[in-house]
């Protein structure tokens, strides 16, 4: 089997929907299976998937293990040459895992690969290439200056080697996995993406940053900020530096003081419903049912005129690929009064995120 997509999920039952809508369109040429993980949600996300995607491996645990044990988990159980360790609040192209499987197949040395991620604004996401986060880069993040963190001697749309890359998108060779067991599982979540990348780092791989395909990460459902997450980030960053630097009392002074900082400032705030005054709908159709259920305007979309402020986009996959509405969500990121939602086909909803550091948006209809 040529390739293993590893989903771990956690309660995001509508984002998974779509993510494994992508992935299915993304693997239909490949010898390829999708495992999907759960962390023991309470919503219906299994259920959606034993209905949905009933070719889908589902392992349901009977706790929450977090990230790094559920991945290992999913790993334990793949049996692809490659696994993609995927978010599943993520949306990929149709020929994503094409162009980055030719690129890996080509590089012999090769660690973890990632690619080009963008949030549901369309814009550019910086932590999809990092550079290890010694704790003199750490301390100069934690003061303000985020350059040396990031991965900057690389455009974003410049291939390179790089040390980190996320763990919302990650390929690499299952032996390699194996070869440095896994990720790490005192991390329950968060550092867990640096510690496994430094790892193959070390192990004398090569990393690589490949954005010839480009990624939706909505990231906030992932991501949420609050008290537990203030917690587990401020556990996952003390494990990190005990783990890989020699202990400095300076040092260890001034990050202690910069993640209690993240605590106490970096809250997560609740996303604001955008001031849409209208939509517009890339679709052969208008749905009578979606326009009924929506408080504002919507029309079929015409390249003739130009979009205005305070309009959101509603693409229709029934009519799109997901590469078009990934490629029409990063071209229209630059009308920054813009916003985005996707209806899947033979779904009741359409999704979308307005910002990379709240929740998204769910409209049934």
């Known amino acids: 089997m040529q390739l293993s997509v590893i989903i771990l999920n956690y309660n995001v039952r509508y984002f998974l929907e779509l993510c494994l809508k992508s992935v299915t369109e993304a693997i239909v040429d490949f010898n390829a299976e999708i495992i999907v993980v759960d962390n023991f949600s309470n919503d219906d996300s299994c259920r959606m998937v034993k209905e949905l995607f ?65 949030d549901g604004t369309g814009r550019f996401l910086p932590e999809s290439k990092r550079n290890v ?118 040092y260890n002074s001034l990050i202690w003081l910069g993640i209690k900082g993240v605590i106490l400032f970096n809250h997560q705030p609740k996303q604001k419903k955008a001031n849409v005054k209208g939509y517009l709908l890339m679709s052969d159709q208008l749905s009578e049912s979606l326009a009924s259920k929506l408080d504002k305007p919507i029309h079929l979309f015409s390249y003739v005129f130009k979009p205005t402020d305070h309009q959101e986009f509603i693409f229709d996959q029934s009519t799109l690929t997901f590469k078009s509405i990934i490629s029409h969500i990063a071209s229209f990121s630059k009308h920054a009064d813009l916003t985005f939602k996707i209806l899947l086909r033979n779904s009741r909803f359409i999704i979308g995120s307005n910002s990379s550091k709240g929740r998204g948006e769910v409209i049934k209809f």
Do not use: W
């Open 133 to 250: 986060p010694t704790p003199l880069v750490s301390i100069k993040k934690i003061l303000g200056n985020s350059k040396p963190y990031y991965a900057h001697h690389l455009s974003e749309d410049e291939i390179g080697e790089v040390s980190v890359l996320v763990g919302a998108f990650m390929i690499l060779k299952r032996s390699i996995y194996n070869e440095i067991n896994g990720f790490d599982e005192d991390y329950f979540m968060y550092g867990d993406d640096m510690d496994f990348s430094y790892r193959v780092q070390k192990a004398g791989y090569q990393n690589y940053y490949n954005p010839a395909t480009t990624v939706i990460h909505y990231k906030g459902e992932s991501t949420l900020k609050d008290k537990i997450y203030a917690k587990r980030f401020n556990e996952a960053m003390q494990i990190f530096f005990k783990k890989h630097f020699r202990p400095n009392i300076f």
């Open 54 to 118: 009933p070719e889908v491996i589902l392992i349901q645990n009977k706790e929450n293990y977090g990230f790094s044990k559920g991945n290992n988990i999913g790993v334990a159980r793949a049996k692809g040459k490659y696994v993609c360790l995927l978010n599943p609040d993520t949306v990929v192209a149709e020929d994503t895992f094409k162009i980055l499987l030719d690129f890996a197949e080509s590089m012999p040395r090769i660690g973890i690969l990632g690619c080009k991620l963008i």
